[in-house]
Every structure is written in C-alpha cells, then in structure tokens.
C-alpha cells in the first residue's frame, strides 16, 4: 500500500510544470474557438502553443521511463500524442483532435487527487462533472464545425455552439439554437444520451453518498457481533472436556 508520502512525492516540479502547460494550452483552444484572434497576436499564440506541445512530447518520453519503457503505458499514452498536436494550418485537418488537451488536463489533475484521502464515491463524484466538461467543449467545437457553413444555420459562432452544449448536455433543451445538418444532429444525439447518463450516474453517487456511510456502520457493528461470536464459540470448545472413549467400541 503507498504511503501519503509515496503519493505526495509522484508530484514532482516537472508534473506542475506539465499542469501549468496544459491549462495555458487549453486557454489557447478556447481563445482560438470562441473568440476573434487578431492577426498580430496569431505569432505569439502558435509559438505558445509550439512551446506546449514541446513539453508535451517531452513529458511522454519522461512518463514512458518513469514506466521503465514498458509496452502498456501506450494504453493511454496515445492520447497525449494527440493532445500535442500543434495550432499550425499544417495540422488544421486535425483540428477536432485538439480536444484531447482537455483530456490531458484532467488527466494531470486527476494526479492532484492522490494528494487526498478520499473514498472511490469521492473520485467518482469528482470526475464526473470534468467528463461533461470535456464533451461540452467537444461538441461546442464539433459542431461550430459542421454547423456554421450550412444554409439556415442557428448555430454560426462558438458563442452559440457552447450555448447550445450547455442547454444540450443539461437536457433543458430551449430550442432557440439546433443543428441542422446531418452530421450536427449525430452529435446532438449523442450528447443528449451523455447528458442523461453522466446526470443519471451523478445522482445515484450523490445519494450513495448519503446512504452509504450509515450503511457501513450497521454493517461493520453486525461484523463486530459476527466475530465476536465466533471468537466465544472457539473459547467454549476450548473449554469443553474430551470426549471421553467408548469401553464397547
């Protein structure tokens, strides 16, 4: 089992760095998206996000030796290739993939986690909302995508595709704003089912959460009676003298 200090000790300056760096990269998706970048500040962005994805790379090869370049660690190890794939119009087909910085970021909090002593309910409980985060922004920035060229279009900018994520995910559903092309209502299908389970998944943790921890101490007092039963039982066999023998055996 490790230790508090065990734990306390994989957060080293390299993975706050790493933290830093993604929350910078994922300011600059966002930047990028929803706003209009002017063309001076174009430079500065792409060098910043060179930079990150520098340090992303880099934070790979540290990880894969940290794992002592074990095959496994590709499991996941994937995902961060693709979360350092840069801003450059070299890359711009693969624009959609950049949604997996947020998943790099949630993965290096999730490092902040074994800092706290919480329960599984609790890591649970914690990961939840940042998964909603995570495919609002996805779908925000698939659907500014295929939505805002299309004829009749309700959806032109990030403004309105994150409005109607939000109002999407949270079933409410006000109807000002909707896909109208095929591709735009596949994502609202799907969102819409991540948006009932991930809300569905919240509730029943929240009222485990209530529910459980009086649970677990009229459990525990029916295993303290249970043990206590059985340590008086071997005590009573102990006590009982031996069966005597049978003359006619």
């Known amino acids: 089992m490790r230790t508090e200090t065990e734990a306390r000790q994989r957060l080293n300056p ?30 500065l962005l792409r060098d910043l996000d060179r930079l990150s994805c520098l340090i992303f790379l880099t934070d790979i090869i540290v990880r894969w030796r940290r794992e002592r370049w074990a095959a496994s660690f590709w499991r996941w190890g994937w995902v961060d290739v693709l979360a350092s794939i840069p801003f450059d119009p070299a890359f711009r087909s693969l624009q959609a993939i950049r949604i997996y910085r947020f998943i790099r970021l949630i993965r290096v909090l999730k490092k902040l986690n074994t800092l706290t002593s919480g329960t ?26 295929v939505e805002r060229g299309a004829a009749g279009a309700t959806i032109k900018t990030g403004g309105d595709a994150l409005w109607w994520a939000l109002t999407t995910v949270t079933t409410v559903g006000y109807g000002d704003t909707y896909p109208v092309t095929t591709e735009g209502r596949i ?37 303290k ?3 206590e039963l059985h340590a008086e039982i071997r005590e009573l066999r102990r006590q009982l003298p031996d069966k005597p023998k049978d003359p006619h055996a």
């Open 120 to 145: 599984s309910l609790n890591e649970k409980l914690l990961a939840l909302p940042g998964v909603a985060l995570v495919m609002v922004f996805f779908s925000t920035m698939l659907m500014v995508e």
């Open 187 to 223: 994502i609202a299908a799907v969102l819409m089912l991540i948006g009932i389970a991930l809300f569905g998944s919240m509730s029943a943790i929240v009222t485990s959460k209530l529910i459980l921890p009086k649970e677990t101490r009229d459990h525990e007092d029916l295993r």
């Open 14 to 43: 390299w993975d706050w760095l790493v933290l830093v760096v993604a929350v910078v990269s994922l300011l600059l998706v966002l930047l990028e998206t929803f706003l209009q970048v002017p063309s001076n500040l174009l430079p």
């Open 225 to 227: 009676e249970v043990r």
